[in-house]
């Protein structure tokens, strides 16, 4: 008889430890179509004047292509191709282009000597 209620008790503690559990981070429409990510946004990085200007300047690529960062306020563009993108900061070294995506990293906030740039297509 003892058993049977060693087994209940364990049962009920299961469900009710599932109840508090966190639900699944992605889900998937029923169609496919849709993907849905539940989490806190990254907090949004902001850059002071001074900041964005520094990283201001002109930078050749290995491929020869030249990449052109200018800012206007706080926030910063970059030009390459003929496209000019403004890039969102994730970190005073990390940003991303909000259109296409890519990822532009440098070495120092001001005075910059490498860029590194990656996911950008011509």
């Known amino acids: 008889m003892r058993i049977k209620q060693v087994l209940a008790l364990l049962g009920a503690a299961a469900l009710s430890s599932m109840a508090f559990a966190e639900p699944a981070p992605v889900a998937v429409s029923a169609d496919g179509n849709t993907v849905y990510v539940q989490g806190d946004p990254s907090p949004i990085m902001r850059l002071s004047l001074s900041q964005a200007a520094d990283l201001q300047g002109a930078f050749k ?5 030249v990449l052109k960062l200018s800012n206007q306020n706080s926030k910063v563009f970059m030009e390459l191709d003929g496209r000019f993108e403004e890039l969102v900061p994730l970190s005073r070294t990390e940003f991303v282009a909000k259109k296409s995506g890519a990822r532009l990293a440098v070495d120092e906030p001001s005075f910059a000597d490498k860029i590194h740039l ?5």
């Open 118 to 122: 990656t996911q950008f297509r011509k």
């Open 61 to 65: 690529l290995d491929d020869g292509r």
